[in-house]
Every structure is written in C-alpha cells, then in structure tokens.
C-alpha cells in the first residue's frame, strides 16, 4: 500500500474552539467535505483525513499532523495543491509548516530538469563560486535599448540575464522582438568576452501564448526563461519542464498573501518544495533586507528546502533578490553559501555603467 | 489613446510610514521595479503607475488610487495579476478594493459565455425562479455508486448536479468512467421525468489532462463543467471559454489566503469581477453563516459584482454554497433574488433520500 501523504498544520485557535474539532474538521473539509456521519463507513477509515498526532503550545496554538491517502492526492498537482490548502484557504488560523513527501508521490512530479548542477554547466560556473543574476528593466523600454542593457551587462560577466517579471508582450517590447534582440546581443558579448552569459525572457502567458514563447525562446537558443507560476498555474511550470526541457526560473508574483503568521503556507514550503518539485530548477524569493518582509530565518528555510535531499530530485537553486545592495553581495555568499543565484537589479543600474557594475560585483565575490 | 486602469488600494500603514510613500511604491513596484531616481525621464509620466488620489482615513489607514497605462496591462490575464497584485502580494497593509475596468480590456477578456442567462436556457429554468445545485460526494466512492446518486437527484428535480471539486481522477472513480456514468444517470432520470438536470463533471486537472477532459465533458453531452481557476490558473478558464464554449462553474479552491481586511484582494474583487471577467458563467463562494467565515455584506458585494453592468459583459450567477442548510433556502433566495444558484450538499444527504430531500428543497423555494 502506498504511503500516505503526512503534513503538518500549526493550528491558532479562537477562545471558544476546540483544536481537536479543528484538527478534525480539516480531516474532512479536506477530504470527503461531509460531516463524518454522513461518511459510507467503509470509506470513513481511508479516505477521510487521520489526525496523526495534535500537540498544544502556548496561547491557543497547537501542532497537528493530518495524513491523506495516496489514492486521494494522486500525482497531479492540481489535486496536490487542492487537498492541501484548496477549501481550508477560506478559513481561519491553519498554517501548513511541513509536509512529509511520499517517495512516490516525488518521482511521479519529478522536480528539476536541471537544478542548481545544470545552471552551473549551462553557465560554466564551476562548483565553490556562487551565480549572479539580473533583470532587464524597466517595461516600457524598446527591444533594442533593453538589448542594449543585456549587451553590457555580459560584457561584465553577469551569469543570467532574465527580463524583469513585468515584462511580459508590451507593444513597447513585443515578446518576439525582445527576445530576438537581448539575445542577439549576449551571444555578441559573449563572442566579445568569451564569456557564456544566458538570455531568460519572461514566457509568463496566457494559453496558448505561453507555449509559443516557450518555443520561441528554445528556437532562438535561449537556455533557460523566466515564469511566474502562481499567475500561470503552479502546473503550467512541470509541464513546461516536460514539453520544453529549459532551465526554468521561478519568480514569486501573487503568492506573498499565503505568508501570514497564524494562516496560510510557510513560504520555505511555497517557493522551496511546491516550487521544487513542480519544476523551479531557480527560485527568486524577497531576501531579507530588501524592499520585502522575509526574515533572514524564512530565507534560510527556502534555501535549505531548495537544497536538501528530497527523493531522487535535484538540488535546485536559491535565488534571494527583490532589492539586494551589490556593496553586500560577498557577505549574502557567506552566509548562504555558493550554491546560490544573487540577483541584483535597482542596485547594479543605481551605479550607470552596467559593465563596470557588474564586473566590480564579480570582483566582490571572488569571481574576479 | 487608451483609458487607464485605475485601482483603488486601501492602505494601512505602519506608525512610521508614510502614505504618500506607501502609494508611490505601489506605483513604482508594480510597473518598472526601480527607484524613480533610476526610471528614463521619457517613461516616467506614462509607464510608472500614478497615484491619482490619496485621502486619509482614520486609524492609519488610507484610500489610494493608482492608475496604470493601458499598453503595460495589455489583455492578458496574466500580466493583469501581475499588475494588480503580483509583487505587493509580498508586501504589507495593501488591499485592492475597487479596479475601474477600461471599456477596451473588458472586451478583450470577454467574460462569461453563457452567463445566467445562458445558464437558464440549458436548465429550462425562468426567470424569476432561483436554481439549486448540489455537489456528488463523498470522494472515495466508485463511479456506479456517485452516479446512482446523481441520479436521484436528478429525480428529486436538481438542476446542477456536480462532482465534488475535491473529485478529481482518483483510481476509486476515474474521470472518465465516472464521467460516463454520472452523465447516463442524469440523461435517464431527464428521460424518466421530463426533467433538464445537468451534470457537471470537475475537469480541474494539469495540462494536457484539463483539455482531454473538457473535450471529454463535451463528447459525452454535458452543457458544463467544473473548475477550480485558482489552481489551474486563472487564465485556463478563460482559455476553457474559448476552446470549448461550455458553462463555467468556478470554485474558490486556494483563494482564501487573499481575503484579510488590511492585505490582499477583496472578495468580491476576485470571486466576482475578477472571475467573471475570466469566463465563470457561476461563481461559488461560502455562504454567510455555513462552515467558512464570509459576512452577509461580503456576499451580498460579490452577487453584486457578478450582476452589475460591466461593459458588454454577461452577468453571472452568484453561487453561494459551503454549508447551506437546505432549511433556509427560501430565506436565501428572499435575500439574494432569484437570479441565484444555491449550491446544497450536505444538508441533502444528512437527510438520506436525496430524491425527497430535493424535491422538498424545490418545494421550499417556490418551484414545486
């Protein structure tokens, strides 16, 4: 029999409610949205969810595991993401802090095509030096003056180049356009520098747009794109991976109201495993410090859920951005490690020169 | 020249944030992502959002309206949540709370095929008599079984009958059998009774098994489906419209994270504008007073939104659900009008004979 998905719930309870009520009720609402005596009683002892175990802390708050049948789950991640948090989403005082994987369930989503290990070859950065990043902006720009940026942002060395995620089919930068240009321009750098920076133009699209960008970018050479999977659809991403086979970066947009203390998804269990195992072989989050809220405690748990052994599924990468300052890029290495993608914008076009900017942070991270 | 978007934020700000601050950001993070300082003077009127109006309310919190150009939006839902919402979704204190929709992006986005109306046409329903739903449950169940139920409630005279959004494609009922049964049940009963009951089959799925089972749903005759467009994007849905031209049911599965009072997206903002403008021909939401935690105001605002006069737009049916007790449906339909869909299931089966318990809920709101 197969294992049975186990996860665990931080519960905060009102005065009057009884946290094994609680723990019970996402048993059911989960599962067969019934009260359990309307539960066919064969049915009661599998389908329904099993609080394993409910554990009181202080002021009203408890820990609960709840297990769910494998059958019930399946391996499609639209059902994943429903029995999770789907109905539960609308009520109160439910956080999902950690789910237990069953190996199964893993090898079915798959996880990275590439991983932290194929970044570094498809960069040719090797092992013990950390990845730098930026983003082409701002929307509004022409094809050619955001080429323009690509350009003398390789010819410092910048290891990925994606467009800013709002930057989507513009009539200022039409997607085709666009990617025709920035990656035209870092092949010429490149040839310039001997360099092997990468082009990531932002596919994020409707249907069926998102397949035609997709494709567009693998005709013209792009080895990776960028996609913002809480606004396509967090499926939309495994199924780029199988159908396109490029890197694929993963960029957070509409998921930071999941993020709330006492309700919601820890984000190490967003934007680390769910984005992991549907595909991110990158994952952008808020680092701490920056224009968002992310403690440096959340950045460390993204990391180490991006990283750590996790089935039979690569390693993917931590990429901490969102208003990270050049002038500390070594000591965000440091602590996070070199397995790491810095990404650094407003900081980098702050200075003017992009080539100079981005090569003195090359320097600054022993990349010199 | 194209009209702007204009979106209504209500801010809460911290005791050292400034307002005029807060908005601004809003305005710069949505659209180029970079400190005015570093925007070319060229984009700075037209591509950075423009914070139109700013008036302070008490305890911190203000009004603030921001209005974005019209070619950086586009018409692709995509890029729309993302303008709207995507990064400031990782923020604090903002909450979308009124969006006046240009008239040309309206027509773009389309909006529900069949709307009430149309939902009225393929039940038989008329005006001025509401519809009932009910959902076939509990997930476990084989398909003879879930269509044996459908079945008598077909009988009993129930006009939409759909699987359990929690019903996916489960080895205990897979699509395509449950698919087939389910439909036969209800055809046989239609037969049986000279009744108009339909089936809709959940279709919420990963790609390319969402399109296999719309195509499914459409082979075997039923006029409409299911869909959770939270899960699969919201952008399936409309894309659904599209490809296949069936009646949309939308259920709010994964929403409720966005639904605080001081962050986030209203309600009625999302289940009813936002939904609607994406395709939903009916739009579930949890009922004031069943298991979830709506305000009878917060209902009221979504019906209004799926109602009232938007472009060229159909209105949709508002579907309250999650919990009705089927004892006061007639007080809902006093409440909401008739223009309503009420969506009753457990309150149904805790009665045991569903054909009865229909029946006697048809009685109750007038349509015995």
Same mark, same amino acid.
């Given at each position: ?101 069953? $190996?199964? %369930?893993?090898? +079915? !989503?798959?996880?990275? @095509?590439? &991983?932290? =290990?194929?970044?570094? *070859? ?7 030096? $950390?990845? %730098?990043?930026? +983003? !082409?902006?701002?929307? @509004?720009? &022409?094809? =050619?003056?955001?080429? *323009? ?220």
């Amino acid at each position: 029999m197969a294992e049975r998905l186990q996860v665990d719930y931080l519960l905060t309870c009102a005065a009057d409610e009884s946290a094994e009520d609680k723990a019970r009720g996402i048993a059911l609402e989960q599962t067969v949205e019934l009260p359990a005596a309307c539960v066919p009683a064969p049915l009661g002892d599998r389908v329904v969810g099993r609080v394993e175990r409910l554990s009181a802390l202080p002021e009203q708050r408890y820990e609960a595991t709840i297990s769910f049948d494998a059958d019930l789950v399946g391996s499609e991640l639209t059902q994943l993401l429903n029995t999770l948090f789907g109905n539960i989403s609308l009520q109160d005082g439910i956080r999902l802090t950690d789910i237990r994987w069953p $190996a199964g %369930l893993l090898d +079915a !989503l798959g996880g990275p @095509g590439h &991983g932290m =290990a194929g970044i570094r *070859e498809a960069t040719g950065v090797p092992a013990g030096e $950390a990845l %730098l990043c930026t +983003a !082409l902006k701002p929307v @509004g720009l &022409g094809p =050619a003056a955001l080429a *323009e940026r690509a350009h003398r942002f390789a010819l410092g060395g910048m290891d990925l180049i994606k467009d800013d995620h709002g930057i989507a089919d513009q009539p200022s930068a039409p997607f085709r356009e666009r990617l025709a240009a920035c990656q035209e321009a870092v092949a010429r750098a490149n040839a310039e520098t001997g360099g092997n920076s990468l082009y990531l133009p932002n596919v994020t699209a409707p249907w069926p747009a998102l397949e035609a960008r997709l494709a567009a970018a693998r005709d013209a050479g792009c080895r990776g794109v960028l996609i913002s999977p809480w606004i396509t659809g967090l499926d939309a991403m495994r199924w780029a991976r199988d159908r396109f086979g490029l890197v694929l970066m993963a960029h957070p947009a509409l998921t930071g109201s999941y993020f709330r203390p006492e309700h919601g998804l820890s984000p190490d269990l967003l934007l680390g495993d769910l984005f992991r195992i549907a595909g991110a072989d990158a994952s952008i989050y808020p680092n701490s410090g920056g224009r968002f809220g992310f403690s440096l405690a959340t950045c460390e748990a993204i990391n180490h859920r991006l990283r750590y052994p996790l089935g039979t599924l690569r390693p993917a990468a931590p990429t901490p951005g969102g208003g990270v300052d050049a002038a500390r890029a070594a000591d965000w290495i440091t602590r996070y490690g070199t397995d790491t993608i810095l990404l650094i914008g407003g900081s980098l076009y702050a200075q003017g020169d992009l080539t100079r900017a981005t090569a003195s942070l090359r320097e600054a991270i022993g990349r010199g």
